[in-house]
């Protein structure tokens, strides 16, 4: 088949490997680069690196159209809109967030942004840190902190280790998964960094940028109980989870539906495929589970498009693989929720969008006072989500927190209205104003 690969990243690997340089690419990923390479050399693909997909359309004749940006001023742009009869989408996802007093203070970065820092910039954004939040994610951030020389304070996990114990038929499939936990236990031991179940940040203290925070127990109930003292830090790093990029794929109007963590994924079959003929997607997009699945995932997608049957051996075994860590994600989830009491951390003032600096105060009075009872009413009487981020930041707690004042849990409508965007990155003006070569009709004028 005929490939095009357009990648928002500079090299192959994505938000997980982040290799900065050629040198960088090794072990396990080294094979996928040497046959990307060598398609490459045979014309079997065109690469493009550094390539931002911005808008996605489907034309008369069903053909997908894609519109696309360089990520930079360095990189070449794109000979022009991209057209293609099937399409696979690999968007990944971002931080999750919630806000939390204090949480704009400079200081305060998401768990994501540290390791990135850390994997694409050999930066520590911090001497004396503390990781905090909820899930696995949490683990590979703090031993990569120690590990560069910062001060890790703690790892403060909102929830108990031991509900693992009652998932534990959905981890005994992927036992690289218990490898992986039981080095980073060690790698925690051996920086002395201590970890706190069931503790959370209840606020974070600072004048121009974090001194300090105050941790809450997080009670059964999901309810976070504030507690004396005060732990003196210069960095946080928060992580949540993550929130799949759904941008692209809500613009082709796949179906969708709400995951066991409560995100809003695309809804695929057990060959990667949506409701849209030609569409597939993998990673993330489909529900948040790691790098292994999210290779899993596209390497069935592909060849599910390239035509593979469904009994062949090779189709078989991606599909028990995608089963297994499916299974091991949606344990993940339910042993790592998002407390359900997060909102009673939150004060009057604390900012609920940070773009737009709406405060947690204005969403209740929304609520409260003129009927907002769902995130698109909220959005449009307070403007959260319509700042710079676009939702990406605020948009998972505002659907939450509107839900949770309405006393209901958070709906499909309520997570779309924060993912669905009609540009799915920044685009320079240029990009917008440019307009296409005129044609010729038939009577040779031009038109």
Not at 48 to 67: A, K, S
Not at 155 to 177: D, M
Request: with cysteine.
């Amino acid at each position: 088949m005929s490939v095009l690969l357009l990648d928002a990243g500079e090299r192959p690997g994505g938000q997980y490997w982040r290799h900065v340089a050629d040198a960088d690419v090794h072990g396990r990923f080294a094979g996928w680069w040497r046959r990307l390479r060598a398609l490459e050399a045979a014309g079997r693909i065109d690469y493009r690196p550094g390539q931002q997909v911005w808008l996605v359309t489907r034309e008369d004749d069903d053909r997908l159209r894609l519109e696309a940006t360089p990520v930079h001023d360095g990189v070449q742009p794109p000979p022009g809109p991209f057209e293609a009869r099937s399409l696979v989408l690999c968007p990944g996802g971002a931080d999750r967030q919630l806000p939390v007093p204090g949480w704009t203070l400079p200081g305060v970065v998401a768990a994501g942004g540290a390791q990135a820092l850390l994997k694409g910039h050999r930066t520590v954004a911090g001497r004396r840190v503390l990781v905090a939040g909820t899930g696995p994610f949490l683990l590979p951030v703090a031993t990569g902190l120690a590990r560069a020389g910062a001060r890790v304070v703690g790892v403060w996990e909102a929830n108990s280790p031991l509900r693992w114990a009652r998932h534990a038929r959905a981890v005994l499939p992927v036992p690289g998964k218990l490898a992986e936990a039981a080095g980073y236990a060690a790698a925690l031991a051996r920086h002395r960094v201590p970890y706190r179940p069931r503790t959370a940040v209840a606020e974070i203290l600072g004048t121009d940028r974090v001194r300090a925070v105050r941790r809450a127990v997080v009670g059964r109930d999901g309810v976070p109980r504030a507690v004396p003292g005060e732990v003196e830090v210069d960095l946080v790093a928060l992580g949540w989870g993550f929130t799949p990029a759904l941008e692209l794929p809500l613009q082709l109007g796949v179906a969708t539906r709400v995951d066991v963590d409560g995100s809003l994924v695309v809804a695929v079959d057990d060959g990667q495929r949506t409701d849209v003929p030609g569409v597939l997607v993998a990673g993330e997009a489909t529900g948040v589970g790691g790098a292994a699945l999210s290779l899993a995932e596209g390497r069935l997608a592909g060849l599910v498009l390239a035509g593979a049957g469904q009994d062949e051996p090779g189709v078989r075994r991606l599909r028990a693989t995608v089963r297994a860590h499916r299974a091991f994600a949606v344990a993940m989830h339910r042993a790592h929720p998002v407390p359900a009491g997060w909102h009673r951390w939150l004060t009057d003032d604390t900012l609920l969008c940070r773009c737009e600096e709406v405060p947690h105060a204005a969403v209740r009075a929304a609520h409260a006072e003129l009927g907002a009872t769902d995130a698109r009413t909220v959005k449009m009487l307070t403007r959260v989500g319509m700042g710079w981020c676009q939702g990406r930041v605020c948009g998972f707690a505002t659907a939450c927190l509107t839900a949770a004042l309405d006393g209901r849990p958070p709906g499909e409508g309520d997570l779309r209205a924060t993912a669905a965007r009609p540009l799915a990155v920044p685009v320079p003006l240029a990009e917008l104003a440019r307009v296409q070569e005129p044609a010729e009709d038939p009577d040779g004028q031009a038109s």
